[in-house]
């Protein structure tokens, strides 16, 4: 089982960024994907997550209308797409796997059990 993150770097406020999480050597259908972020001296806190199975997505209050979180079954790979971007969204960025059954807003950790390795948005001017 590997994800793969990719797609951060450095964009000036009020900028976008698409993030990428390619999955590989699992059934992607079957499962539930979160993003996640950790900035310097912060816990990891969940961003979004989908369920691939039907598309249903869930958002951190904080992101609502400003990321967008889709899949595309045939390339395994889910997206985040972030708009408008704020220096306070400055973190490492992260995919993970969902342990199955538990369904969306779950964003606590140790709930996920295979993890990207993480790819860094910077937002400055």
């Known amino acids: 089982v590997q994800l793969q993150a990719s797609g951060g770097g450095l964009v000036q406020p009020g900028g976008s960024l698409r993030l990428s999480c390619a999955a590989s050597g699992f059934a992607l259908d079957y499962y539930v994907i979160g993003w996640f972020r950790q900035a310097p001296g912060k816990e990891r806190e969940g961003v979004s997550s989908i369920d691939i199975s039907d598309g249903s997505t869930d958002y951190a209050d904080s992101v609502k209308g400003r990321f967008t979180i889709s899949r595309d079954n045939a390339k395994n790979t889910v997206y985040l797409q972030m708009n408008s971007l704020k220096p306070e969204v400055t973190a490492v960025y992260y995919c993970?796997?969902?342990?199955?059954?538990?369904?969306?807003?779950?964003?606590?950790?140790?709930?996920?059990?295979?993890w990207g390795q993480g790819t860094q948005v910077t937002v400055s001017s």
């Open positions: 993970a796997r969902q342990l199955l059954g538990l369904g969306l807003r779950i964003y606590s950790p140790h709930d996920y059990d295979f």
